[in-house]
């Protein structure tokens, strides 16, 4: 079983500085608008310092709603946290990650070993010619978010 892990900064001076509370904020200010919006934290396992707070209005909204590739795979929500609002939110896994293009590898031993840890390849067309990007996985992203009005997640 995998052990729980504490996010967020601890002590009530630095309360601004703790992701929910930051949450909290940009969700106040997004529901004045009366628009939809994307608004998620987005927490990094086991790398932590993926972490963020995203927010999104008008068309960026698409490009965040289809950022992550969902992990389907059960897993339990590795973070605690006891700040009053943190049983509100929904988190789901998706994979964290990074890509590389085949284009930037040297050798045809580089896209093999790097093929055999793709967790996903893909295929572009970029300017007219066709290019491979491999899909490296790090980890877990789980983004975390408050069903409200104006908040389309």
Do not use: C
């Amino acid at each position: 079983m995998d052990s729980m892990k504490y996010f967020g900064i601890r002590g009530s001076n630095r309360s601004r500085t703790h992701p929910i509370e930051i949450y909290l904020e940009w969700e106040s200010k997004l529901e004045s608008l009366d628009e939809p919006y994307y608004l998620k934290i987005w927490l990094g396992d086991p790398k932590f310092i993926d972490s963020q707070v995203v927010t999104a209005i008008n068309s960026e909204i698409q490009y965040y709603e289809h950022i992550f590739i969902k992990d389907t795979n059960p897993k339990s929500f590795p973070y605690i946290n006891n700040h009053p609002s943190f049983g509100s939110f929904t988190w789901e896994r998706h994979v964290n990650g990074y890509f590389i293009w085949e284009s930037d590898l040297e050798s045809i031993d580089e896209i093999r070993d790097i093929e055999r840890k793709a967790y996903k390849i893909s295929e572009e067309s970029i300017n007219g010619k066709m290019e491979r990007s491999f899909f490296i996985r790090t980890g877990d992203m789980w983004t975390g978010s408050i069903r409200r009005s104006g908040n389309i997640t």
